[in-house]
């Protein structure tokens, strides 16, 4: 059965993405008032927060593809099987 990836919301309920959302803040607060650079703080943003959740939504697809070709290979072998003999089974 494939996984069902999370939303942007979801993943933000999670440790991983509550730190890394909480991080890429602190990076984009940091760029603006120190540095005052808005591009950096939004580059850090993309690495940060935008990039891994991509990544794992491109995972889940990639899952999804895998799960599909397995079952389609698992009915062309159950049609093609010996035991079935003119579409009826012995």
């Known amino acids: 059965m494939a996984h069902d990836p999370l939303s942007p919301s979801g ?15 602190l990076a984009l607060a940091y760029s603006v008032v120190v540095v ?34 397995q079952r389609i290979a698992a009915a062309r072998e159950r049609e093609s099987s010996p035991e079935r003999v003119g579409g009826r089974e012995r």
């Open 36 to 69: 005052a650079q808005i591009l950096l703080g939004l580059v850090a943003v993309a690495v940060l927060s935008i990039g891994p959740y991509l990544g794992y939504r491109l995972f889940a697809a990639l899952d999804a593809v895998a799960d599909a070709a």
């Open 11 to 25: 993943a933000l309920t999670t440790p991983i993405g509550a730190t890394l959302g909480a991080v890429s803040l």
